[in-house]
């Protein structure tokens, strides 16, 4: 398999998403270790990520997999300052060809990652805090069996504020879980769920304060843990057949991902542009300050709120 990302990304990732076993309980863990930027994921990272679910799927001691973050953010979803090889120097604007190999590519890079979430044969549970953004939503939280929410988490597709609304694949999901009424207002506005939100909307199973959750997303993986393996294949086998139902396999999205990036709308471009200047922080920053934006959660026009 084709490992994309520069040299110093891929040595890198074995630091950035750490992997351990109790075996006395039969959970593991998945840290997601780059807090300072929020747990953002490298492409390398994702391949980790991938790598270590196959390696818990064939040891019988773990029958609980816990997806976690360090820092101040379960996870802000993908890198997306970053250069992974996705297109080639002298290409100014993606051809037909070219988006079918990107999307190839992106289907088994971070559709790949959540497929390999979703399909894993062990109880997956997602502890999250602080943002819980953009690819971490709907490749992570939307694919685990069970999501464990502080109730001041920020969950959602804040990305929507500069790419517009999540993209057809991930929609699959997102519609799925909580509704497409929801689903298009977190879309189109950008405004974050909180745990509590993500909770009533069926995203989210329990919520607990920031200082028990923890605990708490502990006690319920031992508790699930505790029973027996057999019986949770059984039942985990039995959800991955009615999803299979619902057709949201890697073939059948993957030309619909495909379809959204044969073409890119110009505040998208600017987007770009202006992270490729000045970095994604700055990027943001100037999206926030362009002219006729709106702060949804105000309606003033000119400068987007934090």
Same mark, same amino acid.
């Given at each position: 398999? !084709? ?21 006395? !309980?039969?959970? *593991?863990?998945?840290t997601l270790n780059r807090p300072e930027k929020h747990n953002a994921m490298s492409v390398p990272m994702r391949d980790r990520? $991938? ?35 996705? @297109? ?6 993606? !051809? ?13 890079? @971070? ?12 109880? $997956? ?9 953009a690819a971490a939503y709907f490749m992570i939280a939307c694919k685990v069996d069970i999501v464990i929410a502080a109730d ?12 517009? #609304? ?62 027996? #393996?057999? *019986? ?18 890697? #073939?059948?999205?993957?030309g619909l991902f495909v379809s959204h990036h044969l073409q890119s709308a110009p505040d998208e471009m600017d987007f770009w ?16 300050? @362009?002219?006729?934006?709106?702060? #949804? ?7 987007? *709120?934090?």
């Amino acid at each position: 398999m !084709t490992r994309y990302g520069t040299a110093e990304s891929i040595a890198a990732a074995p630091t950035q998403v750490l992997y351990e076993v109790d075996r006395a !309980t039969g959970v *593991a863990w998945i840290t997601l270790n780059r807090p300072e930027k929020h747990n953002a994921m490298s492409v390398p990272m994702r391949d980790r990520i $991938t790598d270590i679910i196959h390696e818990a799927n064939l040891d019988d001691d773990v029958r609980v997999i816990v997806f976690r973050g360090n820092g101040k953010s379960f996870c802000s979803g993908n890198e997306i300052n970053e250069e992974w090889g996705q @297109r080639r120097p002298h290409e100014r604007r993606r !051809t037909l060809n070219v988006s079918y190999r990107y999307g190839t590519d992106m289907a088994w890079g @971070r559709l790949g990652f959540s497929q390999a979430i979703s399909r894993s044969p062990k109880i $997956t549970i997602a502890q999250i805090h602080g943002y819980c953004a953009a690819a971490a939503y709907f490749m992570i939280a939307c694919k685990v069996d069970i999501v464990i929410a502080a109730d001041d988490a920020k969950v959602g597709a804040l990305e929507a504020r500069f790419l517009g #609304p999540a993209g057809a694949a991930a929609s699959v999901h997102i519609n799925r879980i909580i509704g497409m009424k929801a689903a298009r207002r977190t879309g189109f506005t950008a405004m974050p769920m909180s745990g509590v939100e993500a909770q009533r909307l069926g995203l989210v199973h329990e919520c607990a304060s920031s200082d028990r959750l923890a605990d708490h997303a502990r006690n319920v993986a031992e508790e699930i843990a505790s029973q027996d #393996p057999g *019986a949770l294949l059984h039942l985990k086998g039995r959800i991955r057949a009615a999803e299979g139902l619902m057709d949201t396999s890697v #073939p059948s999205v993957t030309g619909l991902f495909v379809s959204h990036h044969l073409q890119s709308a110009p505040d998208e471009m600017d987007f770009w542009k202006a992270a490729k200047e000045v970095g994604v922080g700055g990027a943001l920053d100037a999206d926030k300050r @362009r002219k006729g934006a709106v702060d #949804p959660r105000t309606g003033d026009e000119g400068v987007v *709120a934090l």
